[in-house]
């Protein structure tokens, strides 16, 4: 069985603080994804990353970064200097490799909010 | 750039009522996903098309169903409304690249309430 655990439902930090949120993956496939989405007050979900299990190599994007480690099955989301505008809730989401139809499943989510 | 179209944006239905959800595609992309999101939830999977083809079925009650066109818009139709249903409903898009699904590009929802 797949599944996605975002232990941290709601975090607080002030402005220009660093955060992070983390994601546990549980999964039984070599060949898997993991994602990050946001999902601003609007309701949108605005696409953040895509990683492969075979491409463990972080990324910085800006002030996003994404450390991916198959020994924890963890792949958890920094931001840097936080700002308001990314309070937000942010989803970790799983789909499967080989034999896919790429549904997703998602983390519980994480409630983040950024004060002045 | 072209995004998911979702319409209508907001539904307003009685108990036992139908509706129906359309959705359009980002153009070339293959691949057409629909998820329900209650209240406080994270998006729970429904059904997924690929090429107009039924691809993959999670947790749809059998008074929902879906089809993908020649166009490939989508469209999630709803009957017997309950009041468990309201909630907001993503379709994504995706496509496929050497027999791997892509990243999936949400559309802005439709906020179905049932009263």
């Known amino acids: 069985a797949q599944k996605v655990t975002q232990a941290q439902t709601e975090i607080s930090v002030v402005e220009k603080e660093d955060v992070t949120l983390d994601c546990v993956y549980e999964?039984?496939?070599?060949?898997?994804?993991l994602f990050w989405y946001k999902q601003p007050p609007s309701g949108e979900l605005v696409f953040l990353i895509r990683?492969?299990?075979?491409?463990?190599q972080n990324e910085i994007s800006g002030r996003y970064s994404w450390n991916f480690q198959k020994s924890t099955s963890s792949f958890n989301f920094t931001i840097t200097a936080s700002q308001v505008v990314d309070s937000a809730v942010y989803f970790c989401?799983?789909?499967?490799?080989?034999?896919?139809?790429?549904?997703?499943?998602f983390g519980q989510g994480t409630t983040l909010q950024v004060k002045p | 750039a072209a995004g998911v179209i979702q319409s209508p944006r907001h539904l307003i239905k009685e108990k036992r009522e139908t509706a129906t959800l359309k959705c359009y595609p980002i153009?070339?992309?293959?691949?057409v996903y629909w998820y329900q999101q209650g209240p406080g939830q994270d998006p729970q999977f429904l059904i997924s098309?690929?090429?107009?083809?039924?691809?993959d079925k999670g947790s749809i009650p059998d008074r929902f169903s879906a089809q993908q066109f020649s166009d490939y818009h989508s469209e999630l139709n709803m009957s017997s409304l309950e009041l468990g249903d309201s909630a907001l409903y993503f379709c994504?898009?995706?496509?496929?690249?050497?027999?791997?699904?892509?990243?999936?590009?949400f559309g802005p929802g439709t906020r179905l309430t049932v009263l």
């Open positions: 994504a898009s995706s496509w496929r690249t050497s027999g791997a699904y892509n990243e999936q590009f």
């Open positions: 999964t039984r496939d070599t060949t898997y994804y």
């Open positions: 990683r492969n299990s075979f491409d463990e």
């Open positions: 989401a799983l789909s499967k490799g080989s034999s896919n139809t790429g549904k997703l499943i």
């Open positions: 153009p070339r992309h293959d691949t």
């Open positions: 098309f690929y090429e107009k083809m039924q691809s």
